[in-house]
């Protein structure tokens, strides 16, 4: 998931914020018409004033934590959102020439990812035009990176959607639930066998932890939608509306 220890400080720190932003503000616009050392030394008092009706209309702190969370996705996308974006050939969902693109950073072991499954179908069932990439990050789990290079060398046979299902029908990933859901997806296996000893695929995996880290992420699922990061199995009615926010 995005990282809970940047979210809580940014929580822990979001009255701090708002009340060093709203102090500076009056401060600035009082301080136009200062002409005393006297009126410049009120600041104390004026912070504490915007203190106060924070603490009496709470209300405002939502909006001020949801505009906080989407200035600090913007920081951390610039520079890497073409990246994240960019799939592994063929590990892609949904309509692979769709205009709203979905990212997913998923691990086969993750109960979590699990449970997003269902949730992920229902939003590009409802969205022909939506895009998932899927980024693989197998970090729970050495059988993880194995179904992660199995689910790479199944997007090389242009069967990734078949494996992806495949691989969480089978259950938690292991050589036999691994190799059940290769069979199930009908892939070649001396052909994936090929690919999956490339090392452009530990690339891919090593490219997609390098990218998480760049996010912020410690943990899946982790998702890119636009401007939006979200972290968790956040749910369908969640992932819905931040793909009708990146439609426009």
Avoid at 21 to 45: D, H, I, N, Y
Avoid at 155 to 184: C, L, N, S, V
């Amino acid at each position: 998931m995005n990282s809970f220890r940047s979210l809580s400080f940014a929580s822990a720190g979001l009255v701090l914020m708002v009340t060093g932003g709203l102090a500076g503000w009056m401060w600035q616009s009082k301080s136009v018409a200062a002409t005393t050392p006297a009126e410049a030394a009120s600041r104390a008092e004026i912070e504490r004033t915007v203190h106060d009706y924070i603490l009496n209309h709470p209300e405002i702190l939502p909006e001020a934590m949801e505009r906080l969370r989407a200035r600090e996705a913007r920081k951390q996308l610039a520079g890497v959102a073409d990246q994240v974006e960019m799939p592994f050939p063929g590990a892609v969902l949904g309509n692979p020439q769709g205009k709203v693109t979905l990212v997913e950073f998923t691990d086969f072991a993750c109960t979590f990812c699990r449970r997003s499954v269902a949730d992920v179908e229902a939003v590009i069932a409802a969205n022909p035009d939506l895009r998932v990439v899927v980024r693989e990050l197998p970090i729970l789990t050495p059988a993880s990176g194995d179904a992660a290079r199995m689910a790479l060398a199944a997007a090389e046979q242009g069967r990734y959607a078949a494996f992806h299902k495949a691989m969480w029908q089978a259950g938690r990933p292991d050589a036999q639930t691994i190799a059940a859901a290769a069979r199930a997806a009908g892939l070649d296996m001396a052909r994936a066998g090929r690919v999956i000893a490339d090392p452009r695929i530990d690339g891919e995996i090593a490219h997609n932890l390098d990218l998480a880290r760049q996010l912020g992420f410690d943990g899946t699922p982790s998702w890119v939608v636009g401007e939006q990061i979200l972290s968790g199995a956040v749910g369908e009615n969640e992932l819905a509306k931040a793909v009708t926010a990146a439609r426009g």
